[in-house]
């Protein structure tokens, strides 16, 4: 009898340890407290002019209470990969591009070429051409708007290449942030009036769309110098920057696609409707970040960034207690989640770093978003546990080096 009970207490113990039980016994307090203001981001409007709204009467937001909680206390405790410093991605809607454009950099500093800085309006504007070819091939059906993939970034360079950021910053003389309200305004406006007078050609309408950005962003350069040279942006690409687009994959984590297959990702900003996604289980998901960190490479991710335990002033996202215990996220909590609309694919973002605390895996995550730049202690950095990559973070574009064994077994299936 004493020997069973005690064999009891051991296995329930294993299971417990095994299970995570660290998270499930957490119980995180929640605050019904005045909406935590974006210092940042209201600088941001200020300074270009944009902030013309009334004032509001202050809104109320549930936010985790991360008193008592163990979370990092500085980037200095963590490992990170080389990478350039977080900048801002101003009033755009762009982030799909700045946080896959910064991973290319830390990309081309790990290959030997460190202190590049891309263009992230060079790969913009060729996107926006892509868009509208796009929105006439389908009759005004595609969707034309500021959002995009990490993996688009890849395929932009791809068709188009790659020029630094001196050659082409987006910025008018003066310009303190990228503000593209205005121009993205005037290409809808133009677009719909396409629509409506049915003048479905190609040429006219991506000339005009051209001429739309030229005047807000300027003209993207043909060509850079070099070392005394002129290279096209495929050759500053390949020959500067060291980066080959075909040697970079994406994967996402959905159940209700087939594992361990290509499939589509199934949002308003896949508007090409990529199916190149590798579609892989939760664990393998979340394990393949961690690997590729341990071994030296960075990840561009992206996912939804509207949850509770986010807290812009103290820079850190989290997954709170009362929402889903640890040991209950899973494949089925996160479907359900993206099905219902509580997860949005609404932010991309760089992570860059990772550190073990007894509570899990903290990443460390650079970001262009003005919420990653609302802390003073890590600005332009979250730091984010583990649990709320699990559930929130939906698609990483990474190097398939960096993932052999799940490719692997992905062509072994």
């Known amino acids: 009898m004493k020997t069973s009970i005690i064999t009891g207490v051991a296995t329930a113990l294993l299971l417990a340890l095994s299970t995570g039980s660290w998270a499930q016994d957490r119980h995180d307090a929640g605050q019904y407290i005045p909406a935590k203001k974006n210092n940042f981001f209201e600088s941001i409007e200020s300074k270009t002019d944009s902030f013309f709204k009334q004032k509001k009467e202050p809104v109320k937001r549930l936010y985790m209470d991360y008193t008592g909680v163990e979370v990092p206390k500085s980037i200095n405790e963590f490992k990170m990969v080389a990478s350039e410093k977080p900048v801002s991605q101003g009033i755009t809607g762009t982030c799909w591009c700045f946080s896959t454009s910064s991973f290319y950099e830390s990309e081309a500093a790990r290959l030997g070429h460190p202190g590049i800085r891309l263009s992230e309006m060079f790969t913009v504007y060729w996107e926006y051409v892509e868009k509208a070819k796009e929105f006439v091939r389908t009759r005004g059906k595609s969707k034309f708007d500021e959002g995009s993939e990490t993996?688009?970034?890849?395929?932009?360079?791809?068709?188009?290449?790659?020029?630094?950021?001196?050659?082409?910053?987006?910025?008018?003389?003066?310009?303190?942030?990228?503000?593209?309200?205005?121009?993205?305004?005037?290409?809808?406006?133009?677009?719909?009036?396409?629509?409506?007078?049915?003048?479905?050609?190609?040429?006219?309408?991506?000339?005009?769309?051209?001429?739309?950005?030229?005047?807000?962003?300027?003209?993207?350069?043909?060509?850079?110098?070099?070392?005394?040279?002129?290279?096209?942006?495929?050759?500053?690409?390949r020959d500067v920057?060291?980066?080959?687009p075909s040697d970079y994959v994406t994967f996402m984590s959905l159940k209700s696609e087939p594992m361990w297959t290509n499939a589509e990702y199934k949002v308003g900003d896949n508007w090409w409707h990529s199916k190149d996604y590798y579609n892989v289980p939760l664990s393998d998901f979340i394990g393949l970040i961690k690997n590729a960190l341990k071994q030296g490479y960075s990840i561009s991710i992206g996912g939804?960034?509207?949850?509770?335990?986010?807290?812009?002033?103290?820079?850190?996202?989290?997954?709170?207690?009362?929402?889903?215990?640890?040991?209950?996220?899973?494949?089925?909590?996160?479907?359900?989640?993206?099905?219902?609309?509580?997860?949005?694919?609404?932010?991309?973002?760089h992570i860059v770093g990772y550190t073990q605390k007894s509570n899990g895996t903290w990443f460390l995550v650079k970001d262009s978003g003005s919420g990653g730049h609302n802390n003073l202690d890590h600005t332009g950095y979250w730091f984010m546990h583990e649990d709320y990559v699990k559930l929130k973070m939906m698609t990483a574009t990474v190097n398939k080096n960096a993932v052999k064994d799940v490719l692997q077994k992905i062509a072994a299936k």
């Open 151 to 237: 993996n688009a970034v890849q395929r932009m360079m791809s068709k188009y290449g790659a020029v630094p950021l001196e050659a082409y910053t987006g910025l008018k003389p003066g310009q303190p942030y990228l503000d593209h309200a205005p121009m993205i305004d005037e290409m809808r406006s133009y677009l719909e009036g396409v629509k409506q007078r049915n003048a479905w050609n190609t040429d006219e309408v991506v000339a005009t769309i051209k001429d739309i950005m030229n005047h807000y962003i300027g003209v993207p350069p043909s060509s850079v110098a070099y070392q005394g040279k002129q290279l096209s942006p495929k050759q500053y690409l």
């Open 241 to 244: 920057v060291g980066i080959n």
């Open 304 to 349: 939804d960034v509207s949850e509770p335990g986010i807290d812009s002033k103290l820079g850190i996202m989290m997954i709170p207690s009362f929402d889903i215990p640890s040991s209950y996220i899973n494949d089925d909590a996160r479907l359900m989640r993206y099905l219902n609309g509580a997860t949005t694919d609404d932010h991309a973002m």
